[in-house]
């Protein structure tokens, strides 16, 4: 693969960027940001030009001069739900960014970052005599709405379900194992289980994520730091308790649930550590969180009838050995079952770089308008 890539992911407290030449990772780097820097903003969208130039310094002290760069990779933020793929990162994109319409995080800084890099180096590049033009783009945003009509249909009118998953990794999980068997994704059937702070279960047929849980939304199964579904009457129980306020509720499902909730914690190294320590409750929680996870991968294959080629576990947790057996014994009965631990995005965005210089994939434009 020729030409060099740079990859973008923007968190909350660090930014990930990854070099890539002729198809292989240079280095990657997680830039941490310290609190006392960060609380210099009023919110998190206010940071672009910090973070930039950090990622700008980084680079040169690197080596790496801002001309040789030949695309600028960013992870997609929270924009109007669009089909899965590259989207160059469009005046309209940018716009829909910073109004933060779907939520407001950090990961929607990154196409602006992005954005703002590839024009510093079309910059190098002209003062060089170089004419060869860098584009920025984002490729499978999380609210990448392919869903069957069926599938949207929730409970109540009023609440159609929605999609917020881990769509960038789990199309380069189905694209890895389509690979290692010698066919193309678009013919694969597969079922997806991203584990991370949040747990998104995706099912890809033709190429598309056709079924879904909105995984910051409060759908689908339990996680480090987000409770899923939760009982209904309850949850409105709770609501007009008059102990909370909405900002509190909401903060229960995403960010105190699942494992927080129980332990005060979402690394789950620390769970399992109590686990093996004889800690019943958390052993009870590890098999209860491996079985949520393995009955919304077993309800999804019924959206395609059973017919699943296989069923990938990745994201973060997916590093524990003895908790992907857990879930793959109960779910090996559906399809075979293949582990591809960690979040792998900045070579999964790099893996899109590449196959927009090489012509595979084809750039889409990002339609604000569409619901």
Not at 192 to 202: L, R
Not at 222 to 231: F, K, L, N, Y
Not at 250 to 274: E, H, P
Request: a negative charge; charged letters at 20%; one cysteine or more.
């Amino acid at each position: 693969m020729e030409g060099s890539v740079l990859a973008i992911n923007t968190g909350s407290t660090s930014t990930k960027i990854g070099f890539y030449r002729s198809g292989r990772r240079v280095f990657e780097k997680n830039i941490a940001h310290e609190a006392s820097e960060l609380a210099k903003y009023d919110s998190v969208m206010d940071q672009d030009l910090m973070r930039l130039d950090t990622i700008t310094e980084f680079l040169l002290s690197e080596g790496i001069s801002l001309a040789e760069i030949d695309i600028v990779m960013g992870r997609s933020g929270l924009v109007t739900p669009m089909e899965t793929g590259v989207y160059e990162v469009t005046e309209a994109m940018k716009t829909a960014l910073r109004a933060c319409a779907n939520g407001v995080h950090a990961c929607n800084l990154s196409g602006l970052i992005a954005s703002e890099l590839a024009e510093a180096v079309n910059e190098a590049r002209r003062s060089a005599g170089n004419g060869k033009v860098c584009g920025a783009y984002i490729a499978d945003a999380p609210m990448a709405d392919e869903m069957w009509p069926e599938t949207k249909i929730g409970g109540l009118k009023e609440f159609p379900r929605r999609v917020l998953c881990h769509a960038l990794n789990s199309r380069a999980m189905v694209r890895r194992y389509a690979a290692s068997v010698g066919v193309r994704a678009e013919e694969v059937t597969a079922i997806v289980a991203h584990m991370g702070g949040g747990t998104s279960v995706t099912l890809h047929h033709g190429g598309r994520i056709v079924d879904t849980n909105d995984a910051l939304g409060g759908d689908g199964p339990i996680s480090a730091e987000r409770a899923g579904t939760v009982p209904a009457f309850p949850l409105a129980e709770m609501c007009f308790s008059g102990k909370y306020t909405l900002a509190e509720i909401k903060k229960k499902l995403v960010g105190q649930g699942g494992a927080m909730s129980y332990f005060g914690t979402n690394d789950f190294r620390k769970i399992i550590a109590m686990s093996e320590e004889g800690d019943r409750q958390a052993s009870l929680f590890i098999e209860g969180f491996c079985l949520s996870v393995a009955k919304y991968i077993a309800g999804l294959a019924a959206t395609v009838s059973g017919k699943v080629d296989v069923i990938v576990l990745t994201g973060g947790i997916a590093y524990s050995e003895p908790l992907m057996k857990k879930i793959s014994d109960r779910v090996s009965f559906v399809a075979p079952v293949k582990v591809y631990p960690g979040e792998n995005e900045l070579d999964s965005l790099a893996e899109n770089g590449y196959g927009v210089l090489s012509g595979e994939f084809e750039i889409k434009v990002y339609n604000p308008n569409r619901s």
